[in-house]
């Protein structure tokens, strides 16, 4: 008989890509059926990370996620406190995996992989975390926004004020940012990787999410904002003059498009999007997003660069001179729809 060969029979689910939100948790599913073993041996299950590229030039990397043969569970140390198989306990052919905490870093596929005695079946799941949090500063100084305005300026930069877990995904994704900015649950924090001088916060040793608690509401600081989704996409536009702001917007308009927010820049940087050229946005302020550092683009990190008018980062230009201003802009075209009737 060839019941060897199909032993494991995995239900495959056809690929489907899931999407999940930044903090949020994924369900990976993975069921299989599976034949009576003549050795009555339960199966083996091994979950894995794969990402880069495949092919003769990328590189493709994996790191082992967990393993789990009947009721032993071993969880990888860079995954423990996050995933658990919710299934597995009440159904040993069940290793669906939920991972929680959601990072950007955890995109990427994830294979599934059942071994019973010599045969074994393997299934591959795509996984997309959207949303990324950025740090707002009101244009004309740091440490100038209510907890009220932090709101406001968030929404009008097609974001909402991040929540306490957010920014937790996101340091560990290894954010570093040494200003303190309010968050949804009224508190300020700051990210911080390598403690150093002015940043220590409550802690001078370890790197961690610096807390300075609840805040009367009237108090100042910056913000951290949360952009989901880009609807749209975002173009860089420039021209051989410098523009104003009133002119940049002139132009995205000619252009069948609209000034892009600073939200929508950095989902667009998330994306991948980089342009080592400074160029006006739809709050006033002049920013670029970098996704492979280069000396002359501001700095070893990957990010959006804001240009401030003063040394110590605060002022965004002067939205009307035409002096050491941009001459480029961001655009957002918006996607039109057409139905046929
Ligand atoms: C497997 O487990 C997941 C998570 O608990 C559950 O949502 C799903 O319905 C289960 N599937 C089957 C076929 O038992
Ligand atoms: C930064 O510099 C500007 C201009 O010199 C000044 O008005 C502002 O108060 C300074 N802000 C901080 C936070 O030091």
Redesign the pocket.
């Known amino acids: 008989p060839h019941w060897a060969d199909t032993l494991v029979n995995m239900r495959k689910v056809t690929h489907q890509v899931v999407h999940e939100p930044l903090a949020g948790t994924a369900f990976l599913p993975c069921v299989f059926t599976l034949r009576p073993s003549p050795t009555h041996e339960p199966p083996r299950i091994k979950w894995t990370k794969i990402w880069g590229q495949r092919g003769t030039d990328g590189v493709q990397q994996e790191q082992t996620v967990l393993v789990a043969k009947d009721n032993v569970i071993k969880v990888k140390k860079a995954f423990q406190g996050r995933v658990t198989l919710p299934g597995y306990p009440d159904n040993r052919y069940n290793a669906t995996l939920a991972l929680n905490g959601l990072r950007s870093s955890d995109s990427g596929m994830y294979r599934c992989e059942v071994v019973v005695g010599i045969n074994d079946e393997e299934d591959t799941v795509p996984l997309v975390v959207s949303g990324v949090v950025f740090h707002y500063r009101a244009p004309h100084?740091?440490?100038a926004l209510s907890f009220l305005d932090a709101q406001r300026v968030c929404l009008e930069n097609s974001a909402v004020i991040a929540t306490p877990t957010q920014l937790q995904a996101t340091f560990d994704d290894g954010y570093d940012n040494c200003d303190a900015g309010w968050l949804s649950d009224q508190t300020v924090r700051y990210p911080i990787q390598l403690p150093r001088p002015g940043c220590y916060g409550d802690r001078e040793d370890s790197p961690g999410v610096r807390n300075y608690g609840s805040r009367a509401p009237e108090e100042l600081f910056d913000v951290y904002c949360y952009a989901e989704q880009l609807k749209g996409e975002v173009f860089h536009a420039s021209v051989p003059e410098k523009l104003s702001l009133a002119q940049a917007f002139t132009h995205c308009q000619s252009l069948g498009a609209q000034l892009a927010t600073a939200g929508q820049l950095y989902l667009a940087w998330q994306a991948g999007l980089d342009r080592c050229d400074p160029g006006w946005l739809a709050d006033g302020s002049v920013r670029y997003p970098i996704n492979q550092p280069r000396r002359n683009c501001g700095g070893d990190e990957p990010g959006v660069r804001t240009v401030y008018q003063?040394p110590?980062r605060?002022?965004f230009p002067d939205t009307t001179s035409l002096f050491d201003t941009s001459r480029s802009n961001f655009c957002l075209r918006t996607f039109v729809l057409y139905f046929k009737c």
């Open positions: 100084d740091r440490y003063n110590n605060t002022g």
